[in-house]
């Protein structure tokens, strides 16, 4: 033991990069199912009429949801920290017995609540809170897993070497800290088991069953002030945190402004949280709550851009890289659609535009951009460019990478274009009127009108799928290439042909 | 801030903590007693109408509608009185929706009937031609489950003071009262005389036959459910 | 008659002119002093993510004393 040198210790996180890979591919299989079955109804029934009860768009729409979020990307969390954090702070896992064993404890607890919920929702087992629909029961173990989470974040700190925390690491623990305070507090419930009947008996009917602790339009306070940062602390913070150490590290530049993003993370924490209420524009939220959400939300536009344009600019005068790496092309798009996608959010917000978009399938397309183009190259990035120093193994291949690049980016091209196309249109019929003032449209005519766009988009969401699936098995034939030298590893990663 | 937080951990935490906490403080906590408070004709849901939205919420066909009508003239044309949000005030949870796939159901009941679901819920397409709504085959055999409804009917009323048997004012000056059983059998009583109420206006012999033996299969709780958002 | 909105009205002023002065100062401050308290060149914290080997010296070693 005291003869080798001491390493970094990827075990979780090489655990963590497989349940990336498998929810991924599970839960964009089910966005794919879910996309066909509204342009081609008939797709309800794939497994036929005896399973459609759990084949139905509406029984998967929320396992499609939370598959991709607190499957695919909170996977691709772990995995990166327990990656970037040792590097950052330059200590290895190995130095420490108790997170090691905290680590491994971590990934199988979180194993058991995902397998848990998949069972859950199949069943029907739901609080209806969008990516908040687990029960008490499951909430509580999806609290234990965070809190292991946290103590792996800060156990890791606390036994670091460098005195100061690298940006990524403000990020993680600003992901950790949000998601936990949202998460509680939006999922305050009673469950049913208390309730005393006046003969006596309790614990009756369904013991998993609960009930919020707030009431309609509270609720849907709580609960948006939960989802939007949900996408906040999920989809942005994390994913920022990744790119401002791989980005620099792939490509072997300093970032741009070490003070920008300073400046980007103190005024996304202190903005975002604020910008909730644009998912309740003319609810009947008060007025002034709307109008805040609208404001925040078009402030939002610049720590964002703080941190895309920081990106970007990392790149000055290295530009040929994006043209000879893959892997940095991942990551330039990646933070052009997050450009896109904090402009095109803020956009939505506006009140006026929102009475448009609202409740149609721009909001879809919005999402997506993010998703897709953003945190999901993102997340493959990061993924490729820990495979060859994880496995000590040269990528398998780099025209595959680059195949699944621009198959990837056409699927996403084509999502949210129609879905632009599909929202507008949907928003303007919806409020036409005839000229004596009668709606011009019928709801169904706003449907059946879609369905091309529905299946544009089916065919874009089964090409990201398709690349996804090139990324699996890039990665997997990765763990059997020509194995590689450290001194190969210090900045651009080493591909095959 | 000034490269001292970020060189200890603990107090950036705190400081993280308090930046994203101040939102919430300022927005989320005030007004919230103002609002939950019912407006007149608004009354609980009874045992089998709170089975029917367990049915609902099982299936999320809050994926796909609304319940929120918006005060544009274009929404309220379409689906009535845009929401106030004291009609909220017995929803937990609240079931506004994100997306409208199909249409807004906040008052579907003023304008849909009973026999107008059933024959929808078993074929959509062929109530609406082109819709590409699913059919829900299986809620005319899988039984409601009444004894959850009553058990959230309890706790309701026990930690929130929803006013389960006690008088509510309706719109037109009059009161009614919505009744919850004393004990499981006496729920699945009430809720059975429901349910034959609304099965009496179904034509499916197989949904009549179980109502009679004194099972509540689910779409008949679905449809109780509907029928009572006005 | 200063009611409760009209407090709420000359706050929010209060606070917005603050964040601006805040906001602004800081920017001021990063780019004009350039070196933290510890007398490191902000940007030279960049090498955190670059120089990331377990060998490799850390920009600014942690000190056993004190500090938890």
């Not at chain 1, 064993?101 to 929702?121: D, E, N, Q, R, T």
């Not at chain 1, 590689?484 to 990663?493: A, D, G, I, Y």
């Not at chain 2, 400081?15 to 007004?31: Q, S």
């Not at chain 2, 309220?76 to 929401?83: E, K, L, P, Q, V």
Request: aromatic fraction near 14%.
């Amino acid at each position: 033991m005291e003869n080798r040198p001491l390493e970094y210790d990827y075990s979780v996180a090489k655990m963590f990069m497989f349940t990336t890979i498998i929810l991924g591919i599970v839960g964009m299989l089910i966005g794919v199912i879910l996309a066909f079955q509204l342009a081609f109804p008939g797709v309800n029934l794939i497994l036929g009429e005896s399973l459609a009860e759990y084949t139905n768009f509406s029984r998967l729409r929320p396992l499609h949801t939370d598959a991709v979020i607190f499957g695919f990307t909170l996977s691709g969390i772990f995995a990166t920290w327990y990656y970037v954090g040792q590097r950052v702070l330059k200590v290895s896992m190995a130095e420490s017995k108790f997170l090691m064993a905290l680590g491994k404890i971590h990934f199988w607890l979180y194993l058991v609540v995902v397998a848990v919920v998949v069972v859950s929702l199949l069943a029907g087992v739901t609080s209806s809170k969008e990516y908040a629909e687990f029960e008490w029961p499951i909430d509580i173990a999806v609290v234990v897993v965070w809190v292991t989470f946290g103590m792996s974040i800060f156990g890791l700190i606390g036994i670091r070497r460098e005195k100061s925390l690298y940006i990524s690491i403000w990020y993680y623990i600003a992901t950790f800290l949000g998601i936990a305070m949202l998460y509680l507090f939006n999922n305050m419930a009673i469950p049913t088991m208390l309730g005393t009947s006046a003969a006596g008996e309790s614990g009756i009917g369904a013991w998993y069953h609960s009930v919020s602790m707030y009431a309609g339009t509270n609720d849907a306070l709580v609960q948006w002030w939960y989802g939007h940062n949900a996408v906040a602390f999920g989809f942005t913070v994390p994913i920022v945190a990744m790119i401002y150490y791989f980005l620099p590290k792939e490509s072997g530049q300093a970032i741009y402004s070490y003070k920008l993003s300073l400046l980007s993370f103190w005024g996304l924490m202190f903005v975002y949280l604020w910008a909730g209420g644009h998912h309740l524009l003319y609810s009947t939220v008060p007025d002034w709550m709307q109008t805040m959400g609208s404001i925040f939300s078009i402030i939002l536009i610049l720590p964002s851009w703080g941190s895309a344009i920081n990106m970007l600019l990392t790149m000055k005068g290295e530009w040929q890289q994006v043209a000879a790496s893959p892997l940095i092309k991942f990551m330039v798009l990646g933070s052009t659609f997050y450009m896109f996608s904090t402009l095109e959010g803020p956009i939505q917000a506006i009140k006026s535009v929102n009475a448009i978009a609202h409740f149609t399938d721009w909001i879809v397309g919005h999402v997506h951009d993010g998703v897709l183009g953003w945190v999901g190259f993102m997340i493959m990035a990061a993924l490729y460019h820990m495979a060859p120093r994880v496995f000590k193994r040269e990528i398998y291949s780099k025209s595959l990478m680059a195949a699944q690049f621009w198959i990837q980016t056409l699927g996403v091209v084509l999502y949210f274009t129609s879905m632009w196309i599909a929202g507008i249109t949907q928003g303007m019929m919806w409020r036409a009127h005839d000229e004596f003032g009668n709606l011009a449209y019928s709801f169904i005519d706003t449907v059946t009108v879609l369905h091309p766009y529905y299946t544009i988009r089916g065919v874009g969401g089964l090409l990201y799928l398709v690349g996804f699936l090139m990324f699996a098995y890039n990665i997997y034939k990765t763990m059997s290439a020509r194995p590689v030298e450290e001194r190969e590893l210090q900045n651009s990663s080493p591909m095959g042909a | 801030m000034f490269h001292w937080l970020e060189k200890h951990p603990f107090f950036f935490a705190v400081g993280v903590f308090v930046t994203i906490a101040f939102a919430g403080l300022i927005e989320i906590l005030p007004n919230f007693a103002q609002q939950s408070r019912p407006v007149i004709g608004t009354a609980p849901y009874s045992t089998l109408e709170l089975a029917g939205r367990h049915v609902y919420i099982k299936n999320s066909c809050n994926a796909c509608h609304s319940q929120l009508v918006r005060p544009f003239k274009s929404e309220t044309d379409r689906y009535g009185h845009y929401s106030l949000s004291g009609e909220y005030a017995y929803d937990r949870p609240f079931l506004w929706g994100s997306k409208r796939t199909g249409p807004d159901l906040m008052r579907v009941g003023n304008y849909r009937t009973t026999d107008w679901h059933e024959n929808h819920m078993k074929d959509p397409a062929s109530v609406v031609p082109g819709s590409i709504m699913p059919a829900y085959r299986w809620m005319f055999a899988n039984s409601a489950d009444i004894e959850t409804a009553f058990a959230e009917q309890l706790t309701i009323a026990q930690f929130f003071s929803v006013p389960y048997n006690q008088p509510v004012p309706m719109r037109d000056g009059s009161s009614a009262v919505v009744k919850m059983g004393g004990s499981v059998s006496d729920a699945k009583a009430l809720a059975l005389e429901e349910a034959k109420a609304v099965a009496a206006d179904m034509k499916d012999q197989d949904v009549k036959d179980a109502v009679a033996r004194g099972e509540i299969p689910e779409i008949v709780a679905l449809i109780a459910y509907l029928n009572s958002l006005k | 008659m200063v009611d409760i909105a009209q407090l709420q009205a000359y706050g929010y002023f209060t606070l917005t002119i603050l964040l601006v002065i805040a906001l602004y100062g800081y920017i001021y401050h990063l780019y004009s002093t350039k070196k933290d308290a510890d007398g490191v060149d902000y940007e030279s914290y960049s090498d955190m993510a670059l120089k990331d080997d377990l060998g490799d010296t850390p920009v600014l070693p942690r000190s056993d004393d004190k500090e938890k």
